[in-house]
């Protein structure tokens, strides 16, 4: 039988990508950048899920990060979509020189 990897350690891996995902968020001043921080910070959370899924042998945390990701899809579609508009309209994705009620 092959050693299983412990439960802590999927855990912590999690809150250390939830942490930098954070910090780059705070951080960062790029909305591109911005915007993978807060994809980084979905995928920890559906490291967590699935860890704890398969640590009581049940399927419901991997069918709800299946929907995560699937939310995830469209907020990136939609995100970038936002993204591309903005730029082309203020040529800079810095998000301190963006204000949109200014034209």
């Known amino acids: 039988m092959a050693a299983q990897v412990p439960t802590a ?3 912590v891996l999690a809150a ?6 954070v910090g ?3 951080v960062k001043r790029n909305i591109i950048t911005i915007f993978i921080s807060i ?3 979905l995928n920890a959370v ?5 860890a704890f899924a398969h640590q009581w042998h049940q399927i419901s945390g991997q069918i ?3 929907f995560v990701m699937v939310v995830a899809a469209a907020e990136a579609a939609v995100g970038l979509a936002i993204i591309i508009a903005i730029f082309r309209t203020r040529q800079t994705l810095n ?3 963006i204000d949109l009620m200014k034209l």
Request: glycine residues 4%.
């Open 39 to 41: 994809e980084l910070m």
């Open 46 to 50: 559906n490291l967590t899920f699935v």
């Open 95 to 97: 998000v301190d020189q």
């Open 64 to 66: 709800f990060v299946f």
């Open 16 to 21: 250390i990508l939830f942490s930098i995902g």
């Open 9 to 11: 350690y999927y855990l």
């Open 24 to 26: 780059s968020f705070l």
